[in-house]
C-alpha cells in the first residue's frame, strides 16, 4: 500500500510517464506507482535483490548519475537519499536530478539533522547497511536556489518538486 509520499508521487506520475527511481531503497513510499516504466537504482545490492521481481533495477552510485543521458526519464524521484552523501555530492544531485529529467522531479529530505543510528538487522530487517548513515542536511535554500519548489508537509521534511 502506498504512503502518503508515494501517493504525491503517483499524483504528479502519468502512465506515459518513465521514472527513475534514484537511490530507490526497497520503495519503501512508493512501490505502486502507476507509469510507463520504472526503472529502481541503488547502491545497496541487497535493497536491489529485494525489489527485483517488480521493477526492473540498477546498480549505480550517486556519484555515477552522468551516466544517465540528458532528459533521458520524464520523472526522476530522489526520496529520503540526499542526506545520506556527503554534502558537496548531495548538491551534485539535485542538479543531476533536473538534467535528467524531461519534465519533473520529486525530492523528499528530512528538514533537521538526525544521524539516523540503524537498529541492529537493519532499518527493514535486511541486514547493516553501511549507506544508511544520515550524512548531511540539505537546506531550504539548497533547494530554492536550484529552482526547486519546497514544501513540508509533514512537518519533518521537505518534498521539493522541480518542474
Request: net charge negative; aromatic share 8%; hydrophobic share 40%.
Amino acid at each position: 500500500m502506498m504512503n502518503w509520499l508515494g501517493q504525491i508521487c503517483q499524483d504528479n506520475i502519468t502512465m506515459d510517464d518513465t521514472v527513475l527511481d534514484l537511490g530507490c531503497g526497497i520503495q519503501q513510499a512508493n512501490d505502486n506507482i502507476k507509469a510507463k516504466s520504472v526503472l529502481g537504482v541503488d547502491i545497496w545490492e541487497v535493497y536491489l535483490n529485494h525489489i527485483k521481481n517488480n521493477i526492473p533495477t540498477c546498480k549505480i552510485s550517486m556519484d555515477e548519475t552522468n551516466r544517465f543521458m540528458d532528459k533521458s526519464f520524464d520523472v526522476v524521484l530522489c526520496l529520503d537519499v540526499v542526506e545520506h552523501l556527503e554534502y558537496g555530492l548531495a548538491l551534485k544531485v539535485l542538479d543531476e536530478c533536473k538534467r535528467i529529467a524531461r519534465r519533473m522531479v520529486i525530492i523528499y529530505t528530512p528538514n533537521e539533522f538526525k544521524d539516523n543510528e540503524q537498529l541492529p538487522g537493519g532499518a527493514w530487517g535486511l541486514g547493516d547497511n553501511i549507506y544508511q548513515k544520515h550524512l548531511c542536511l540539505i537546506k531550504h535554500d539548497d533547494l530554492t536556489s536550484r529552482g526547486y519548489t519546497v514544501q513540508n508537509p509533514m512537518g519533518d521534511g521537505y518534498l521539493a518538486i522541480w518542474d
